[in-house]
Nanobody, 114 residues
Framework: QVQLVESGGGLAQPGGSLRLSCAAS????????MGWYRQAPGKQRELVAA???????NYSDSVKGRFTISRDNAKNMVYLQMNSLKPEDTAVFYC????????WGQGTLVTVSE
């Protein structure tokens, strides 16, 4: 059974930082492309960042230069370091695993506010 469990969400001030973590189990982690998506209230879910098993990364234009995705294949973990947070980054962030099929975590809420 595939499980993706996110952690690290919470409240941050504008300009602040948060680090999200996702623990994966039930998959051959190293062959999966891992991604972080987010869904803000009233908006569609969108890709934030993705990283292949070999470490190639891809970012949405809205987070380039502020967010960094990384993975530890030995620990079956993927991370999202979020710096210079803005109020518009407020959303539920979801961990995603993709290889022939997609798997989702339950999401973790990130709120950026004074």
């Amino acid at each position: 059974q595939v499980q993706l469990v996110e952690s690290g969400g919470g409240l941050a001030q504008p300009g602040g930082s948060l680090r999200l973590s996702c623990a994966a189990s039930g998959i051959i982690f190293s062959i999966y492309t891992m991604g972080w998506y987010r869904q803000a209230p009233g908006k569609q879910r969108e890709l934030v960042a993705a990283i292949t098993g070999g470490g190639t990364t891809n970012y949405s234009d809205s987070v380039k230069g502020r967010f960094t995705i990384s993975r530890d294949n030995a620990k079956n973990m993927v991370y999202l370091q979020m710096n210079s947070l803005k109020p518009e980054d407020t959303a539920v962030f979801y961990c995603n695993a993709f290889f022939r099929s997609q798997h989702w975590g339950q999401g973790t809420l990130v709120t950026v506010s004074e």
